[in-house]
């Protein structure tokens, strides 16, 4: 070591082992609070590191060993290697071009936030491409929940980084993230997936569904063919409650 190394390493600490997990659907503002918690970084600096580049939906969710106080370039690389080892080959293999697989894992980013089982998140991604094709605005909740986040009216926490609650003003947030406001899908993904999510965005399930809603309760996906038949499922199990 030189002395500048010396120096940096006595500044910094005796550095430990960190285990953290990232769960399936983080988004990079709850990666880089799991990390920060866990002394692995310093708040906010993942966020800083990926400003110029958008690595969302390339961070793959799994168990990590890091040290604290890490390097934040370091642990960004172990995490894009592991997308590279476990998603970029189910994507290659899915999708013919570029262009093709960015729309695959945003739609699995979506998927992945909305539904936890992949029965149900293959049917969801039939619904997605289902509203593409007909040209229907997507009206999903966690592209609003994402676009809170960017405009910094919301923060998530390490313990709940999927909880978000909307009100009647966050469907008018100006943003592309907005898929009740702005048709077709994100301009990137809202999150990072996990392999069943990207396998159910590969290989939709067709449906007579178009619409669905996650009931609060059981969290199980309630799906309807119509808009009458969504509006009772809203009243029957969101209103209700």
């Given at each position: 070591m030189?002395?500048e ?7 910094a ?71 590279n080892?476990?998603a ?40 997605i ?11 999903i ?14 923060s ?29 899908l ?19 399930q067709?449906s ?21 038949e ?12």
């Amino acid at each position: 070591m030189d002395m500048e190394q010396i120096v940096a390493m006595l500044s910094a600490g005796t550095a430990g082992e960190a285990t953290v997990t990232i769960p399936p659907g983080s988004n990079i503002f709850d990666v880089d609070k799991i990390l920060s918690v866990a002394l692995v970084i310093h708040p906010g600096e993942l966020i800083n590191f990926t400003s110029t580049q958008n690595l969302e939906g390339r961070l793959f969710p799994d168990t990590y060993q890091f040290y604290t106080n890490d390097n934040v370039a370091d642990v960004v690389k172990v995490m894009t290697d592991n997308f590279n080892i476990k998603a970029e080959p189910l994507l290659a293999a899915g999708s013919s071009s570029v262009a093709e697989q960015k729309e695959t894992l945003i739609i699995a980013s979506i998927v992945q936030v909305e539904v936890p089982d992949q029965a149900d998140q293959e049917l969801v991604a039939g619904i997605i491409l289902k509203r593409l094709a007909a040209g229907m605005p997507l009206d999903i909740d966690a592209t609003v929940c994402y676009a809170k986040l960017l405009a910094g009216l919301t923060s998530t926490t390490p313990a709940a980084p999927k909880a978000c609650q909307l009100t009647a003003l966050d469907f008018k947030i100006d943003s592309p993230y907005n898929s009740y406001l702005y048709k077709g899908l994100p301009p990137a993904s809202i999150g990072n997936p996990g392999t069943s999510a990207i396998t159910a965005a590969l290989h939709p399930q067709s449906s007579p569904y178009f619409y669905y809603l996650s009931d609060p309760v059981t969290g199980k996906t309630i799906f309807a063919k119509t808009l009458d038949e969504q509006n009772q499922n809203r009243v029957k199990y969101i209103e209700s409650n």
